[in-house]
T-cell receptor, first 113, second 111 residues
Framework: GAGVSQSPSNKVTEKGKDVELRCDPI?????LYWYRQSLGQGLEFLIY????????KSGLPSDRFSAERTGGSVSTLTIQRTQQEDSAVYLC???????????FGPGTRLTVL | GQNIDQPTEMTATEGAIVQINCTYQ??????LFWYQQHAGEAPTFLSY????GLEEKGRFSSFLSRSKGYSYLLLKELQMKDSASYLC????????????FGPGTRLSVLP
């Protein structure tokens, strides 16, 4: 497929556990974004990668959240010591550059019990 | 920083026309995007405006006035499948968090 893919589609975890969410962007897209969306709410920016530049981490809500992008392609968002308020849909998007429209993946629905 | 405002909910009738407004305040501007998001799905791109005026794409049109910090999305000949949330997003002068999404407008199309 040519779209953005994310895995897993659903993740249920216990409070205090660590989780890893994966995003495969569209090939050739240099920009990659992570967002969080709680039920009925708008998109909350988390982190942005652009090529080999240092990522913009200004949206990460706490130091329990981190992300990396290996080889300018696949990205992993890690949440350590999950809390119930981390429950949300985590969306990944990629674009040709920061000035182009974003293409979103289907999201990962995270539920922290 | 950037601040974006949209109506929370709107209702319209099948076959009608609806206009969804978006106002924004930003320290810099590099374009405004509209996205459609059906319940339980990811957002999909609808339109992009960087210059003042109207961009038309089939049943959907988007207008921008940079001096007023204002945009609208116009949907014509409404169909039931147009029931969704419509997100306005503004691109600021820098990358990353300067791409900010508004809260979205939930549109319900009634028969």
């Amino acid at each position: 497929g040519a779209g953005v893919s994310q895995s897993p589609s659903n993740k249920v975890t216990e409070k205090g556990k660590d989780v890893e969410l994966r995003c495969d962007p569209i090939s050739g897209h240099t920009a990659l974004y992570w967002y969080r969306q709680s039920l009925g709410q708008g998109l909350e920016f988390l982190i942005y990668f652009q090529g080999n530049s240092a990522p913009d981490k200004s949206g990460l809500p706490s130091d329990r959240f981190s992300a990396e992008r290996t080889g300018g392609s696949v990205s992993t968002l890690t949440i350590q010591r999950t809390q119930q308020e981390d429950s949300a849909v985590y969306l990944c998007a990629s674009s040709l550059s920061s000035l182009h429209e974003q293409f979103f993946g289907p999201g990962t629905r995270l539920t922290v019990l | 920083g950037q601040n974006i405002d949209q109506p929370t909910e709107m209702t319209a009738t099948e076959g009608a026309i609806v206009q969804i407004n978006c106002t924004y305040q930003t320290s810099g501007f590099n374009g405004l995007f509209w996205y459609q998001q059906h319940a339980g799905e990811a957002p999909t791109f609808l339109s992009y405006n960087v210059l003042d005026g109207l961009e038309e794409k089939g049943r959907f049109s988007s207008f921008l006035s940079r001096s007023k910090g204002y945009s609208y999305l116009l949907l014509k000949e409404l169909q039931m499948k147009d029931s969704a949330s419509y997100l306005c997003a503004v691109k600021g002068p820098n990358y990353g968090q300067n791409f900010v999404f508004g809260p979205g407008t939930r549109l319900s199309v009634l028969p």
